[in-house]
């Protein structure tokens, strides 16, 4: 009897559950389906919520949001690309400009980007984060850069100036460890932040992992000019002298930035490059936050200042049911009213910002920053962290792990069809 | 067998007729959902094949499997992942096996033990691996900080960081999530072994330890023989622990084969070499399959006859 | 030693495994509890500890309220029972014949078919699966959810109740079956009643199962009214930063229902309660 009653449940659920109402916004024009990553109750999701909903309601149009991790949508994307019922709107991360336009979803949204208004106060590197193989496809709703923060108060316990150049930052050496017990200078060593902080480094010997030649495909240059070599050589030995000095912690060689950023916040470190997300740390680490200071970071003799910029772009999909007002809510997210109520501190907008040195401090720093180049990244990135790692976990010699990334980089143009003459 | 009697036949008819229908809804449901995959597995791996790009395609031979034999971490994945499974399957079937001994003593506050011992098996695979990340760290776990306070160890281990200790301890935390569940079903079992048997062992003078080797045991060995090879399965493709805990690093110190696939065809788009990638595991694991039903048939003919 | 202080002993040794065991395994669940309960700056601190200076209710709160995780808990409680409920009565069946009738030719298939669908590692389902659900029109509903986890729970619950058929002996069916009574009524009245245990277990198993999945939870639904527990929990880890308290409050919360589900059923497994019903 009871089984039987089981066996009826079973059945009576699954057909419930099968005659659920199947909704695909990616096909309906009057639906716009967005995938956002924000935090619910957090002030960016308070301020925006309303903000989207009266432009819906304004346009005649259902916005249909949710929110995933920035992992989820990827796969997400990459599921609804091979199989169909793709969104309309998605934010996105720059590291995939360059993969999803390589298989064909990012709508070109140029045309709208010349008429829009508040165009003139984004700024050409912003601009050109946003462009692969000479098209827009994205809107740019949040951009930060990367800063140089420094604990002042354990910095004056060791007698210790903020250093500017990357010899200054090896002479301090395991000063400061020896006085406060913190590490001095921060490093990642693993995760999706350790080939932006390499990528900034080669960017300061200006040096860029693959660039763009006459044909309009993309090499890595290192191996064919001696010059280059030499300088990707010595970003390297900057890692492995860092390591040496004492001036890092050893474990970070293995460490993400959810580590990292804990050990800066926790002051175990007392200088780290991250980014103004740091400022949260204040109200969850008030004893240890509040001697932060923000400077540029420590780049060599030789080279110049740069930064990572990220500027994540709002895509658009190419299929969209509703491209043009997908387009236009797209835009409406870069516009200086919504990137004033939930993104002021972090707005590629020059219009935007606020007094606080979280959002001013890091400004400053924009005309310096360096974005990656439109490719598919996701070899390549992984190819970074397997040359750092053979460098400062395997003992390999600088120069040997130099010239394997140049060679492992053009490997993965190749087979992602970025390469040049390809 | 039994002797031919009169209706054999007409039995032998409807019984077979019983075994199709009970078979029907199993057939259905793998048909549909794994149909598919398995044999655009099997296609894909000999075809050139992109996970996006329809336009990518063709014939390809024996290319993604040269490419994946050829490639340099191939080799030490193959040993990973036998480290990885074996190690594993070894760890939570003695574990797990003690664990349901001891819990099937009658004592006070069996019903707390039980719920304990079954805890990690509810936490979540992703929440399991970033709870372990954050105790075990270096700097702020408060594993490696009782260890250093207690005097055990003079310097934290960055257990996850460093290339000799993260093998170990991923095994280590998969075995502490996966025993569990060789402890319920061997609890179950348990259930079904009469009393009768315990006790003509103990008018035979069988001490609790004997009792359990020669009676125990031998009723378990059907129920361990799935579990331990379900697991040798699931163990070997199972891309998510690892994947989680140190993304197959440091330096590649823990990359399985899954966590390979996983590269190749969400890295790189290569289905081609993924696919063929499966295809080596799954003939690997279908002979360990041979060995699996040559014992299974065994024992049903002990009970059924 | 006398029998009854050699009992004592036995008694002390047991407690004292079992302690350890415990310990053992619960460690890290602890430390997920501790930590839900920190207020914001002492939840990844400089040294840690398993005392709170100001315990507070605050991420559960947020977690309940804000993030809506009452609906995730519903979703994921329809989408497991359902899956655990279809592939016993799947697996029940499939099982019995995988016990009885070893010798044919459609189990033998049946049994390596099952074997081989473990096979493929997930990743590789991503998409076919997908594209399957997408064409039986069920993306976006409990049904691609309910229809995959019964499918990936299929082999192993059939392995497991087959296993469980295999030690009951042949003699109770004979009996029915002298009685007149169908196969069906005959594993449904007579061998089912005596296998409860391993019903339970491989249940419970099936429910985990679902319960914890994690990937096609979110590949299958986009909408957040039909979001499960698990792909949710996810949600408190950011781009650049990670909520430990809710994210810790979180994990809690979707541990302590099946907690308190095994709790109940937990009694099944007491030994000597169900032996008396098989008889050699």
């Known amino acids: 009897m009871r089984k ?60 249909n949001q949710s929110n995933f991790t920035y992992d989820q949508i990827h796969e997400k994307l990459i599921a609804s690309a091979a199989g169909g019922n793709l ?19 990012l709508a070109d949204v140029s045309d709208a980007w010349e008429a829009w208004e508040d165009a003139s106060l984004v700024s050409d590197s912003v601009k050109a984060a946003m462009t692969t193989g000479g098209a827009v496809v994205g809107f740019p709703y949040e951009t930060t850069v990367r800063a140089y923060l420094v604990h002042d108060d354990l910095l004056a316990e060791s007698g210790v100036s903020v250093p500017e150049t990357w010899d200054d930052v090896l002479a301090v050496g395991s000063t400061v460890e020896d006085a406060t017990g913190s590490s001095f200078y921060g490093l990642t060593g693993a995760g999706v932040r350790q080939p932006q902080e390499l990528f900034v480094y080669l960017a300061q010997k200006g040096l860029s992992i693959a660039e763009e030649q006459p044909d309009g495909g993309y090499a890595n240059t290192w191996n064919d000019d001696p010059e280059q070599l030499v300088k990707a ?102 516009s200086e009213e919504w990137q004033s109520a939930a993104f002021a501190d972090r707005s590629a907008l020059s219009s935007v910002t606020t007094d606080s040195k979280w959002s001013k401090g890091f400004a400053e720093l924009l005309d310096t920053g360096v974005a990656y180049p439109p490719v598919s990244l996701g070899e390549i990135t992984q190819d970074m962290q397997d040359a750092l790692a053979m460098v400062l976990q395997d003992g390999e010699s600088p120069e040997a792990a130099a010239m394997w990334l140049s060679d492992a980089i053009n490997e993965a143009l190749e087979a992602s069809g970025d390469a040049s003459g390809s | 067998m039994q002797s031919m009697r009169v209706g ?41 094949a992109h996970l996006v790009n329809g336009d990518v395609g063709g014939f390809a031979g024996l290319e993604n499997f040269e490419k994946v034999v050829s490639d340099p971490h191939f080799g030490p994945a193959v040993r990973n992942t036998l480290v990885w499974t074996v190690g594993s399957v070894v760890g939570e079937f003695v574990i797990g096996l003690g664990a349901a001994v001891l819990l099937n003593v009658r004592v006070r506050g069996q019903g707390f033990f039980r719920v304990a011992t079954f805890i990690p098996w509810l936490v979540p695979i992703v929440v399991a691996g970033m709870t372990w990340e954050w105790i075990l760290n270096p700097d702020f776990g408060i594993f490696n900080s009782l260890l250093t306070q207690s005097g ?3 310097s934290p281990i960055n257990f996850l960081g460093d290339k000799n200790w993260a093998m170990a301890t991923v095994v280590f935390v998969n075995i502490w999530r996966t025993f569990p569940y060789y402890t319920i079903s061997f609890l179950a079992a348990m259930q079904a072994i009469p009393n009768e048997l315990y006790e003509a062992a103990s008018l035979d003078g069988a001490g609790a330890w004997r009792r359990f080797w020669s009676v125990t045991m031998p009723q378990l060995r059907s129920v361990s023989l799935i579990i331990v090879f379900i697991h040798l399965i699931w163990t070997a493709v199972n891309f998510d622990f690892i994947w989680v805990m140190t993304q197959g690093g440091p330096n590649y110190a823990t990359i399985t084969l899954p966590i390979l696939i996983y590269r190749y065809s969400l890295q790189q788009y290569d289905v081609g070499a993924a696919s063929a990638l499966s295809t ?22 002990e009970t059924v006859g | 030693m006398s029998i009854a202080s050699r009992r004592r002993t036995s008694t002390v040794i047991t407690y004292v495994l079992l302690a350890l065991l415990a310990v053992y395994t619960l460690f890290p669940f602890l430390w997920m509890v501790m930590s839900a309960l920190k207020p914001a700056n002492e939840i990844r601190a400089r040294t840690p500890s398993f005392l709170i200076a100001a315990p507070t209710l605050d991420n559960f709160v947020r977690v309940l309220v804000q993030h809506d995780f009452l609906v995730y ?14 592939s016993l009565v799947i697996s029940l069946l499939a099982g019995y014949v995988f016990s009885r009738n070893y010798r044919m030719k459609a189990v033998q298939t049946t049994n390596f078919a099952m074997l081989v669908s473990q096979m493929i590692p997930g990743v590789l389902l991503l998409v076919p699966l997908y594209i399957t659900m997408r064409n039986l029109g069920l993306l976006d509903s409990y049904g691609a959810l309910i229809l995959a986890y019964t499918t990936f729970v299929i082999p192993l619950s059939t392995f497991m109740l087959s296993s469980a058929y295999d030690s009951i002996p042949t003699s109770l069916e004979e009996a029915a079956e002298i009685d007149g009574a169908s196969r069906l009524r005959t594993l449904t009245s007579v ?55 809710g994210l810790m409050a979180a994990s809690v919360i979707a541990v302590l229902p099946v907690a308190i589900i095994f709790l109940f059923l937990q009694r099944y497994f007491i030994s000597g309660l169900m032996s008396g019903a098989v008889k050699g």
């Open chain 1, 4 to 63: 039987k009653l089981i066996i009826v449940a079973a059945i009576g659920t699954t057909a419930l559950a099968l005659g659920g109402c199947s909704a695909s916004g990616g096909e309906d024009p009057d639906t716009i389906e967005l995938w956002t990553s924000w935090t619910e109750g957090e002030s960016t999701a308070v301020a925006l919520e309303p903000l989207i909903e009266a432009w819906a309601e304004e346009n005649g149009y259902t916005v």
């Open chain 1, 87 to 105: 969104p309309d709107v998605v934010w996105g991360l720059p590291e995939y400009v360059g993969e999803f336009q390589k298989i064909g979803v």
């Open chain 1, 233 to 334: 050589t010595e970003v390297f030995q900057f890692y492995a002298d860092l390591m040496d000095s004492g001036a890092v912690n050893p474990n970070s060689a293995t460490y993400g930035w959810e580590e990292t950023d804990d050990n800066f916040a926790t002051g175990l470190t007392a200088t780290f490059v991250t980014g103004n997300w740091l400022g949260e740390r204040e109200a969850s680490n008030p004893e240890t936050m509040g001697d932060v200071s923000v400077h540029a970071i420590p780049y060599p003799e030789d080279g110049e200042p740069a930064t990572y910029l990220e500027s994540k772009p709002m895509f658009v999909m190419a299929n969209s049911e509703s491209l043009e007002a997908s387009t236009e809510l797209a835009e409406q997210f870069a």
């Open chain 2, 8 to 48: 054999d036949v007409s039995r032998t008819r409807s019984n077979r007729r019983f075994t199709i229908l009970a078979l029907a809804p199993a057939w259905l449901f793998l048909a549909a959902l794994i149909g598919y995959p398995l044999v655009s597995v099997l296609t894909d791996a000999f075809s050139h």
């Open chain 2, 152 to 154: 055990l160890v003079e």
């Open chain 2, 280 to 301: 080596l595991m799954l003939i690997a694991t279908s002979l360990v399959f041979v060995v699996y039903y040559r014992y299974r048939r065994r024992l049903s003919e």
């Open chain 3, 73 to 86: 808990i519903r979703n994921s409680l329809v989408v497991s029972l359902a899956a655990c409920a279809l």
């Open chain 3, 191 to 245: 061998v089912i009643p005596v296998m409860v245990p391993s019903i339970v277990s491989v249940g419970l198993y099936a429910f985990i199962t679902a319960w914890n999945e994690f990937m096609f939870g979110y590949i299958f639904t986009s909408t957040d009214a039909l979001r499960t527990i698990t792909p949710a929990i996810m949600l408190f880890k950011g781009a650049n930063t990670v909520d430990w308290g």
